[in-house]
């Protein structure tokens, strides 16, 4: 970040897949985003090499161009995709309700299952023991479905509108279900028929207790409260108590929250594309990450560090919780409505209107810490991702493209690293150099 004018401005550096580009996003804290990806390239040339500066303290995003790959799942877009724990399967749901199961190591799906007439299946999620997805239905319907026995498990009923938002508890011992007209319901999962209560001292389930749509529900302080989202307010409520303890005003409607254990605070989406980090305790309130347009999913990475949104406008954002800047811009040709992470086999998976998944390799996650904690410079930093754009694009390194002076730095660059690096880089990334 830099001051010019009297204004602060957040560097940004890409890469093109033929020759090492240093390329620059201005963002305007008082109001004016120039989004540097829509300007010609030319215009983008003379911005970077006015603003860049070796060594600068500049934040920027790795921006990865493509996804590592493709899984083609259905005709109908993805609405939700979720990776089950400790596994290498993940869970799709089709907009014409089918639910997907498939494997990031054959890429492709093995079982899928369509829900029979009459329901409709309007939201879903799957539970914290990763063998049930419960699937909200129109008319107040849920359904319940075992993953071990590729079947529905459990029909019911929850009131007679339609369920817009769910969440299990992480005990998985409860389930809480919220409605087109306000209602939220909690289950109780540990009784051989579940037991469905109807949340707060309200009668009317024509207008429900928060007299809105609710849009999202999410546990949390050890699953003893439940924070519940509606109209352009969140709502905190002790289970124990009949009335909400507090609610909080946020600029636009929360389409996601998602609720960090670790350090006890809230990743909030919202429709206006911004994300927030707030602190319960402190009740602060911090930008993430500014979307150019709805922030339709947001959660935290598995290690607590990262928060993962994905948006309408077509790309998802990696930022660390203790940066107000995106880490990682994955740009993807269509609108996205879910993401889900795997830290163990370092992927993140995304769905949205093309009816397919798309596999993100985030192993540069890894090298961004490396470059911030000092052990890689920005060149090296850069060089990696080059490496990394070029093999998703199977993309050979045409020397001779370049000119004389970019040849010299991608040398130099690659000299800069130790002779293991210099060696896994040849054996990692042959084809790219034959």
């Known amino acids: 970040m830099y001051k010019k004018n009297g204004k602060y401005y957040v560097g940004i550096i890409v890469f093109s897949a033929s020759i090492l580009i240093k390329a620059h996003i201005l963002y305007d804290l008082y109001g004016i985003n120039t989004h540097f990806l829509d300007l010609p390239k030319e215009t983008q040339y003379i911005i970077a090499k006015k603003y860049i500066r070796k060594n600068s303290e500049v934040f920027f995003p790795l921006v990865i161009e493509h996804p590592t790959k493709t899984i083609p799942i259905d005709t109908k877009a993805v609405k939700a995709v979720f990776f089950r724990p400790t596994s290498d399967q993940f869970i799709a749901i089709s907009d014409n309700n089918i639910i997907h199961i498939g494997s990031i190591n054959t890429y492709c799906i093995m079982n899928s299952y369509t829900l029979p007439e009459p329901y409709t299946m309007l939201k879903a999620q799957l539970s914290s023991c990763g063998n049930y997805v419960a699937l909200g239905c129109k008319s107040g319907y849920l359904l319940i479905y075992s993953l071990e026995k590729q079947a529905i498990d459990q029909i019911i009923q929850c009131g007679t509108e339609h369920i817009t938002a769910l969440a299990y508890n992480s005990a998985n011992t409860q389930l809480a279900v919220g409605d087109w007209n306000g209602n939220v319901y909690t289950i109780n999962l540990n009784s051989v028929k579940p037991v469905v209560q109807l949340v707060g001292n309200c009668n009317d389930l024509q207008y ?204 130099g660059i690659f000299r800069s690293f130790t002779a293991q690096n210099q060696e896994y880089f040849k054996n990692h990334y042959a084809s790219l150099f034959s």
């Open 208 to 411: 429900g207790l928060f007299n809105d749509t609710i849009s999202v529900l999410c546990f949390a302080d050890t699953d003893s409260t439940l924070i519940i989202g509606f109209g352009s307010k969140i709502a905190f409520w002790n289970q124990a108590a009949s009335e909400p303890y507090e609610t909080i005003k946020f600029e636009s409607f929360p389409s996601s929250i998602s609720y960090n254990s670790t350090t006890q605070q809230l990743v909030v989406g919202l429709f206006n594309g911004t994300t927030l980090l707030y602190d319960p305790q402190t009740k602060k309130r911090t930008l993430i990450t500014k979307h150019t347009d709805n922030v339709n999913n947001c959660l935290w990475s598995p290690d607590k560090q990262y928060i993962l949104s994905v948006s309408t406008d077509k790309t998802a954002h990696i930022t660390h919780y203790k940066q107000t800047h995106c880490a990682v811009y994955l740009n993807n040709s269509a609108v996205l409505f879910d993401g889900t992470w795997n830290k163990e086999h370092n992927v993140i998976l995304t769905a949205g209107e093309t009816g397919s998944i798309e596999m993100w390799n985030i192993t540069l996650l890894d090298d961004l810490d490396k470059y911030t904690q000092g052990q890689l410079t920005l060149d090296q930093l850069l060089f990696i991702q080059f490496l990394h754009d070029c093999s998703i694009n199977t993309q050979k390194i045409n020397l001779l493209t370049l000119k004389k002076a970019q040849l010299e730095e991608l040398k």
